[in-house]
């Protein structure tokens, strides 16, 4: 039988990338805030994450088995500048819905970050003592301590994802498509490493990790740790697109841009290991965007 999950921050990039993903596999409502959307693979819910008690009656009306919590302060230069709400979005809210699962007895995944480490080290596993270098971080990192707290069989997902963005929200890969695309300046750092997993991968790897029963921290992204410019090299060549026109930076050399690590990859050897299979490359991750993008899911997000 289909699972019921209810998700919020419901218009995010994550979000609705997600719940295209997993139509086949889940009854998916998406828990809304301010934005309004309308995506025809799934239920929409308006959802308050402020109180405990209203949370409560979200998840009473859903009836979902599983909660899985996305709703964030994205944007590392905006909570740098106000972390306050940075801390209050980040950690209380993700808090509340901690403790509204814990009351309810539903399941809950929380997405984490790569964003949780000074960057000096390669491919950090699950047990590396954290290290946030920015407000960002620190939010994410605590919000992980207060969701485990609250909520000890929650599952917490450390990722960095892409996929289809909206008119109001786009994904990494879509700023480089755009910009080959239409050859305007792009400059790409080529100091800078991850781990990136298309949201597709990612969600159905999830899907598989709450199937056996999986919880505590777990990385999952790509196989593959690569620089920000070569992900985009690859972009160009799965999408057939010039890339000669690209300039390559050194973060490390900027003055003026918030304090992020240069190495941000994860290994995702522990939920390979449970899976039973490897998460893949980006070739093949690329690859399954652009058969997305065929398929008309980038038409269907970006009218949004
Ligand atoms: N983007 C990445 O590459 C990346 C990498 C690693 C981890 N993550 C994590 O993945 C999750 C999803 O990221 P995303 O990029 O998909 O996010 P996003 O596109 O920026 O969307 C954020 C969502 O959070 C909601 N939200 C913000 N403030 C809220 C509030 N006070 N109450 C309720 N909802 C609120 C927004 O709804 P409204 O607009 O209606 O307020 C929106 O739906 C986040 O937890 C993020 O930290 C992201």
Same mark, same amino acid.
């Given at each position: 039988m289909n699972q019921r999950i209810l998700i919020? +921050?419901?218009?995010? *990039?994550?979000?609705? /990338?997600?719940?295209?993903?997993v139509k086949n596999r889940c009854h998916v409502?998406?828990?809304?805030?301010?934005?309004?959307?309308?995506?025809?693979?799934? &239920?929409?819910?308006?959802?308050?994450?402020?109180?405990?008690?209203? *949370?409560?009656?979200?998840?009473?009306?859903?009836?979902?088995? &599983?909660?899985?919590h996305m709703a964030g302060l994205t944007s590392v230069d905006r909570c740098e500048l106000e972390p306050q709400l940075a801390h209050h979005i980040n950690v209380t809210l993700a808090a509340n819905v901690a403790k509204a699962c814990a009351i309810t007895g539903v399941g809950l995944v929380h997405i984490s970050t790569d964003h949780l480490f000074s960057g000096q080290d390669s491919l950090v596993d699950e047990n590396q003592p954290i290290s946030p270098i920015n407000v960002y971080g620190q939010?994410?990192?605590?919000?992980?301590?207060?969701?485990?707290d609250a909520n000890p069989d929650a599952l917490v997902i450390r990722t960095n994802f892409y996929g289809w963005g909206t008119s109001y929200r786009k994904s990494f890969s879509d700023v480089v498509i755009n910009a080959l695309r239409i050859g305007s300046n792009l400059t790409l750092f080529q100091d800078v490493y991850y781990t990136p997993i298309l949201v597709e991968t990612l969600a159905l790897a999830v899907h598989d990790l709450i199937g056996l029963k999986a919880n505590g921290i777990f990385n999952v992204v790509g196989d593959e740790?690569?620089?920000?410019?070569?992900? +985009?090299?690859?972009?160009a060549e799965e999408f057939g697109l010039e890339f000669s026109s690209?300039?390559?930076?050194?973060?490390?050399? &900027?003055?003026?841009?918030?304090?992020?690590? *240069?190495?941000?990859?994860?290994? /995702?050897?522990?939920?390979? /290991?449970?899976?039973?299979?490897?998460?893949?490359?980006?070739?093949?991750?690329?690859f399954k965007l652009h058969e997305q993008e065929i398929n008309g899911l980038k038409k269907q997000v970006s009218m949004l």
């Open positions: 919020t +921050g419901g218009s995010g *990039l994550l979000a609705l /990338n997600w719940a295209h993903a409502t998406l828990g809304l805030h301010k934005r309004q959307v309308v995506f025809p693979e799934a &239920q929409i819910h308006q959802i308050d994450l402020e109180s405990i008690g209203a *949370l409560v009656r979200s998840i009473e009306e859903v009836l979902p088995q &599983q909660v899985i939010t994410k990192a605590e919000a992980e301590y207060q969701v485990l740790r690569i620089s920000k410019k070569d992900f +985009g090299l690859k972009v690209v300039k390559t930076g050194l973060f490390a050399a &900027q003055t003026k841009l918030i304090q992020r690590p *240069l190495d941000m990859s994860l290994s /995702n050897h522990k939920a390979c /290991n449970l899976l039973g299979r490897r998460l893949g490359k980006t070739k093949e991750h690329l």
